[in-house]
Each structure stands twice: as C-alpha cells, then as structure tokens.
C-alpha cells in the first residue's frame, strides 16, 4: 500500500526562485493539501513572478537570504547557470539544520556540496504535471541527508505525483526521459491537432479529441498491460490504425523520439560539465 505523504506541522518550505518549476510545485502541494500556503516563502527578482505567487497565498520575501532565514526546508529553482552564483551568495545563511533540494537539471551534488560547504542536501528531478498532482519526480541523496531528509522530500514529491530514488548516474537520462518529457508530449499532441486540421476537422475539435485521445491512452497503462499489446489491440488487420503506424514508422517516429531523450541527456550532461 502507498504511504501517505505527511509533512511536519509548521515546518517551512522555501523556493529560492519562483519561476515554473516552483510554481507546478507549490501549486502541487497546496492543492493536495500537504502543506498550506502560509508555510511556503519565496523570492525572485521578477515582479510578475513575485505577484503570481502573491496571487496564491505564498510569502514573498525580499531577499533569498530571508528565505533561506525562514525555511526548514530550501529547494533551489532557478536555473542552472546561475546556481553556483546564488549558493555560494547564500553560504552564509545556510547550516546542516536546513535541507537543501536542488531541481537544477545537470548540477550535481559534488558541486552543490562544495558551493553550500555541506552535505545536507538532495538531488530531485521533477516535471511540470506537478502542478495537477501527475508530476514524475526522481530524488538522489547527498551525504549528510538522512533517512528522514529522504522521507521528508519523498512527502512533499509524493503529494504531487510518483517520486523514485535513483543513482545520481542516472540523473542527465532521467532529465532527458521525464524533465524534459512534457515538452515531447506537447509537441505530439499539437501536431495530432495539426493532422486533425489537415483532414478537415475545426481545430477546437482536433485539439480536444487529440488531448483526449493522449490522456486515455497514457491512463490505460494503468491496466498493466504493455504498451506494444494496447498498441496491437487498436491495430485491425488491413485498418486504419496500422495505415497510420506505417507513416510514423516511415518517418521514423521511434528512433526520433529515442533520439529526442538521448539529446537531451547529452545536454544535462553538458551542464553538469560546464
Ligand atoms: N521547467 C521544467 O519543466 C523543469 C525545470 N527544472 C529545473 O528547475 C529550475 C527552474 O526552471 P524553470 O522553473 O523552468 O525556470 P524559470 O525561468 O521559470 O524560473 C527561474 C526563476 O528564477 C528567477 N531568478 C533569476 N535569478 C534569480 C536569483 N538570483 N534569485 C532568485 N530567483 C532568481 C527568475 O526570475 C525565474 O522566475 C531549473 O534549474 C530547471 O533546470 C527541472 C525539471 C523540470
Ligand atoms: O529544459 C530544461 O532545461 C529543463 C530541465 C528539464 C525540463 N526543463
């Protein structure tokens, strides 16, 4: 049976960088009702990011010292090339009595250690349908973060969706595979509205059958059965559907969205390299 995400009364949450990540997340947890918006303080030097969480309730502060000051538990959400600078700004400020979450894509724990001076830490790789509770997360651990560290952010990814412990050696595929994923499925499904247009149909009705047709068919996976099977089974000898497939795979369909996953890991791998 699934655990049940807890998170400890009163304890603080604290987004350094309110951008689209940050929000998906604490839209997440607020509408699970893990943790209320007077918990959750942020700061970011864009007034429009500034007023978007004022809209929902969150503490904006000043500085991201201030956060840091008033937090139990820090995620960092701003991008990566700026990660080491706004770390390092806040070294002063940070101590082992704050758990330190990085969602940077491609800067690893071996960096933020030596830039935050300490251990406590935890790696996450979330996505976006965080925001609707459906977001795929994957966590790896520092070397000071314990048992309950692990639990903690566990909690807090669990309220928003499926969160897995994974070998840090993973963490550029995982952000090419899910990070980066939603995009894919974005692109997919505007181009099967597109196709919808091209054979006749309004585009409101493409764009709503092709967002539909997604949603089910990711949700009939919860019938265990493999996708290769669901596939065949709306394949009818001498159809339609297998007209179709036969242009995907002509246009190399399979090998361009391996593809798309490979290119992406290579470029957080760049990241953690540069
Ligand atoms: N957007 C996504 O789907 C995902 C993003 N991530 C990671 O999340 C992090 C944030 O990405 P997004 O939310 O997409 O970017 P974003 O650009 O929407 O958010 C970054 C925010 O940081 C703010 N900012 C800039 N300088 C700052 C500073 N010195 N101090 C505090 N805030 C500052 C910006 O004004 C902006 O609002 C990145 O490291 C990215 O790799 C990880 C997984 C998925
Ligand atoms: O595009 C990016 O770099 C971020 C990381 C994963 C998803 N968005």
Redesign the pocket.
């Known amino acids: 049976m699934a655990v049940e995400a807890t998170w400890p009364e009163g304890l603080k949450l604290g987004f ?7 929000e998906s997340i604490s839209k997440g947890v607020i509408n699970s009702g893990l943790i209320s918006p007077s918990n959750i303080r942020t ?4 007034s429009d ?1 500034r007023d978007a969480f004022t809209s929902f309730g969150v503490t904006v502060l000043e500085s ?1 010292s201030q956060v840091v000051d008033s937090s139990d538990v820090v995620v960092l ?4 090339q ?2 080491k600078r ?1 770390v390092m700004d806040l070294k002063p400020h940070l101590s082992k009595d704050k758990l330190l979450v990085s ?3 491609g800067i690893r724990l071996k960096d933020l250690q030596d830039w935050a001076g300490y251990g406590r830490l935890i790696r996450v ?4 349908p965080a925001l609707i509770g459906e977001g795929a997360s994957v966590m790896c651990l520092g070397e000071m973060a314990t048992k309950e560290d692990q639990e903690l952010v566990a909690s807090l990814f669990k309220a928003v969706g499926k969160i897995w412990t994974a070998d840090e050696k993973y963490f550029d595929a995982i ?1 090419g595979l899910s ?1 980066s994923g ?1 995009a894919y499925v974005y692109v997919a499904i505007e181009a099967l509205a597109d196709g919808g247009v091209a054979a006749g149909l309004p585009r409101d009705l493409a764009l709503g059958l092709a967002s539909q047709t997604v949603l089910g068919a990711a949700g009939m996976l919860n019938t265990g059965r493999h996708p290769g099977q669901l596939k065949d089974d709306v394949t009818s000898p001498g159809g339609t559907t297998i007209a179709g497939i036969r242009e995907l795979e002509r246009g190399a369909f399979r090998g361009t969205l391996m593809n798309a996953v490979v290119a992406a890991t290579e470029r957080s791998r760049e990241l953690s390299e540069s």
């Open positions: 350094i960088g309110a951008g689209r990540m940050a700061a970011d030097p864009s990011r991201n959400a701003v991008k990566p700026i990660v706004v969602i940077a894509a790789m979330p996505n976006t952000t990070g939603p």
